[in-house]
């Protein structure tokens, strides 16, 4: 992965992911450490290291663009793990789809859908 001045903050398009593991995730060429935000409008750094730190603000920019999402891939990291009502209901809310699962299977499931051109969005737990 890249040193930490190199970390995305915010990359506009949608990209395969090419790699994920070593905390962090590979697409368009670049590394980064950290989790990630694969939405419509691109992809950004996402500061939630746990299922459990997911609140309205981790939420905010998936929510803000839920016209264009109408499936969520949640990479829950290594372990699949339970999601709160309090993070689905206001996806539900949104009319987006919650698909909850490990950030390996995440992260391959959407780079099929994004293939497939269908209006999925990622948010993916970096695994070590």
Do not use: C, K
Not at 62 to 78: F, Y
């Amino acid at each position: 992965m890249t040193s930490e001045n190199e970390q995305i903050r915010f990359l506009p398009g949608r990209h395969q992911l090419d790699a994920y593991g070593n905390g962090g995730f590979r697409f368009a060429g670049m590394s980064h450490r950290g989790s990630i935000l694969a939405l419509p409008s691109g992809v950004r750094a996402w500061p939630v290291r746990s299922v459990s730190e997911i609140d309205a603000t981790a939420l905010a920019p998936i929510i803000a663009e839920a016209e264009a999402i109408d499936v969520l891939l949640l990479g829950t990291g290594a372990q699949p793990s339970f999601i709160e009502e309090s993070v689905r209901a206001p996806l539900a809310a949104a009319g987006i789809r919650l698909d909850a699962m490990q950030t390996g299977a995440a992260a391959r499931t959407y780079n099929v859908l994004i293939a497939e051109d269908r209006r999925v969005a990622a948010a993916l737990i970096a695994v070590g």
